[in-house]
Nanobody, 113 residues
Framework: VRLVESGGGTVQSGGSLRLSCIGSGFTFSSNIMNWYRQPPGKEREFVAAITGSGQYGNFANFAKGRFTISRDNAKNTVYLQMNDLKPDDTAVYFC???????WGQGIQVTVSS
């Protein structure tokens, strides 16, 4: 099982980024996929989730209205579109397949003020 994130980087406050995560080694379309993040000096926290079909999503309160989650099962890829980014969104973001307890290596997102 492998999860590989991409799309991170540094952006100014108010900007946008789209994270991608490609999964392999498991039946991607059958799995709920999550995004978590770990801000500097803080615990990891849930960001968003999406069902296997992509029909339903769930978001942490801080992500509602700013982040969207989607997936393309033909490409074994899940996305996190982040808009109106704030300095508090600075964190390492992780792609997670919770049913099989698999985590990506994480990718840095830095939002400058």
């Amino acid at each position: 099982v492998r999860l590989v994130e991409s799309g991170g980087g540094t952006v100014q406050s108010g900007g946008s980024l789209r994270l991608s995560c490609i999964g392999s080694g498991f039946t991607f379309s059958s799995n709920i996929m999550n995004w978590y993040r770990q801000p500097p000096g803080k615990e990891r926290e849930f960001v968003a989730a999406i069902t296997g079909s992509g029909q339903y999503g769930n978001f942490a309160n801080f992500a509602k209205g700013r982040f969207t989650i989607s997936r393309d099962n033909a490409k074994n890829t899940v996305y996190l579109q982040m808009n109106d980014l704030k300095p508090d969104d600075t964190a390492v973001y992780f792609c997670v397949a919770p049913t099989i307890n698999s985590w990506g290596q994480g990718i840095q997102v830095t939002v400058s003020s």
